[in-house]
T-cell receptor
């Protein structure tokens, strides 16, 4: 199994450009998440989804949009990139609580994004 | 709000040394606690977890005990290997509704031969 796959792995953007990060999981997980990882700050939740067609804001949602049109995919969009969005972005997925409490999150390998 | 505090790194050890990485938490209720590990160039992987007070999580020689009285979940390993070099994240999740993970800032471990 591929698990959680993120594309692209690296990207450099200019301020004001837009782009979409793609996350795909093949584990039939209900929940999906987008995090950003910055030095000295750990991982912070941007947006999450508890099922196909649903999304919700996390801790740091400003400047990002998401969509979950299919259960296996979770897209993260930057409409107008800013230097403050330079970060490493991780997607994760997990079963819902109906599968039992404390389901582990499975992470992709990350997308390193630089905004100039 | 809920938070996790980890010791700052890097932690530098020689192979076969004893490892402790400290983690304390602040939460309004009784969370579940986790350790995740991130190897270079990879995403995070669950290392171990504990869901209630006095539980001990263990995996790959690593252990951590959920101490409610000291709000701690310290990670230990008796004899580290070079392959254990990674960043270790402590995290908590409240056991209500959507299980959002709150992460600490991570501790980098460097093990030399």
């Amino acid at each position: 199994n591929a698990g959680v796959t993120q594309t692209p792995k690296f990207r450099v953007l200019k301020t004001g450009q837009s782009m979409t990060l793609l996350c795909a999981q093949d584990m039939n997980h209900e929940y999906m998440y987008w995090y950003r990882q910055d030095p000295g700050m750990g991982l912070r939740l941007i947006h999450y989804s508890v099922g196909e067609g649903t999304t919700a804001k996390g801790e740091v949602p400003d400047g990002y949009n998401v969509s979950r049109l299919k259960k296996q995919n979770f897209l993260l969009g930057l409409e107008s990139a800013a230097p403050s969005q330079t970060s490493v972005y991780f997607c994760a997925s997990s079963y819902s609580v109906t599968g039992g409490p404390n389901q582990p999150q499975h992470f992709g390998d990350g997308t390193r994004l630089s905004i100039l | 709000g809920d938070s996790v505090t980890q010791m700052e790194g890097p932690v530098t050890l020689s192979e076969e040394a004893f490892l402790t990485i400290n983690c304390t938490y602040t939460a309004t209720g009784y969370p579940s606690l986790f350790w995740y590990v991130q190897y270079p160039g990879e995403g995070l992987q669950l290392l171990l977890k504990a869901t209630k007070a006095d539980d001990k999580g263990s995996n790959k020689g690593f252990e951590a005990t959920y101490r409610k009285e000291t709000t701690s979940f310290h990670l230990e390993k008796g004899s580290v290997q070079v392959s254990d070099s990674a960043v270790y994240f402590c995290a908590l999740s409240m056991n209500t509704g959507f299980q959002k993970l709150v992460f600490g800032t991570g501790t980098r471990l460097l093990v030399s031969p």
